[in-house]
């Protein structure tokens, strides 16, 4: 695994990647097929821009799709190859933040993250992060991007948004997690402090306190940053992963 300096800081610690990965659902047959679809096979590798644990980046490998991974978190990253290596499978992962991204190769096609991406809440590093992106591609390279919004986007100003949630880990271990989010709807911006608690049974493990600030895109935003950032054909359509209780979902696909 290659890993560059990241250029960004994020929150980035082992309890908070486990427990991401954790609860993050598993892609289904139907959103597999889709992403498979709709990357090539045998035109080149495919990029996912900002692969996080693997959600999508391992069960791809193992459908014998050419992919390889970028995220700026060493931990997630940790996470990814533990699952590829779990799983018998090899793919290149580098640690670069989007906003940086200057990889030594040139892709076929790529995925991105909406969710991971809606982290880059300043409008010209989210810009900049696509310009980047779209030098990576050979034309007329593909981009699949996975869009969401979240409930919260029409909140009117209030109390914070308190989750407590937890997570079991396969080694018998807990990670229970407190999170506290303000939203600012006008501006398009939330603040979440989280706090990660590691134990097994009474026994502590560790803890971790995250602090992530993030915004949200419509598919009218998604448009009008990808078409600026030089990608043309843009479209959206109905997303192949069901959305969260309340969540905004679609899907925007994009040739360089």
Not at 45 to 55: E, I, K, P, T
Not at 127 to 145: D, I, N, S, W
Not at 169 to 181: A, C, K, V
Request: hydrophobic share 45%; proline share 7%; aromatic share 6%.
């Amino acid at each position: 695994m290659t890993n560059p300096v990241a250029a960004r800081a994020v929150p980035d610690g082992p309890i908070r990647a486990r427990y991401d990965d954790a609860r993050s659902p598993a892609p289904s047959r139907a959103e597999l097929d889709w992403y498979a679809a709709r990357l090539p096979r045998d035109a080149g590798v495919v990029l996912d821009a900002m692969c996080g644990s693997g959600r999508l980046l391992v069960p791809l490998a193992a459908l014998g799709i050419a992919i390889h991974g970028a995220d700026a978190s060493a931990a997630s990253l940790a996470v990814a190859q533990g699952r590829l290596d779990g799983a018998g499978l090899d793919a290149t992962l580098y640690r670069q933040d989007a906003t940086a991204l200057n990889l030594p190769t040139r892709f076929a096609a790529a995925i991105l993250d909406g969710g991971a991406f809606a982290r880059i809440t300043e409008p010209e590093a989210a810009l900049e992060a696509l310009v980047r992106l779209r030098a990576h591609l050979v034309g007329p390279g593909t981009l699949l991007v996975d869009a969401r919004a979240p409930s919260y986007t029409q909140m009117r100003p209030g109390a914070p948004l308190v989750e407590i949630a937890s997570v079991a880990l396969p080694d018998g271990s807990q990670i229970r997690m407190r999170s506290e989010t303000s939203v600012d709807a006008e501006a398009r911006i939330a603040h979440t402090d989280a706090r990660y608690t590691h134990r097994r049974g009474p026994q502590p493990l560790g803890e971790e306190h995250v602090h992530r600030a993030h915004t949200w895109y419509d598919a009218d935003d998604w448009c009008m940053l990808l078409e600026s950032a030089g990608f043309g054909a843009v479209a959206c359509e109905r997303s192949p992963r069901e959305p969260s209780e309340d969540e905004t979902s679609f899907a925007v696909t994009a040739r360089a």
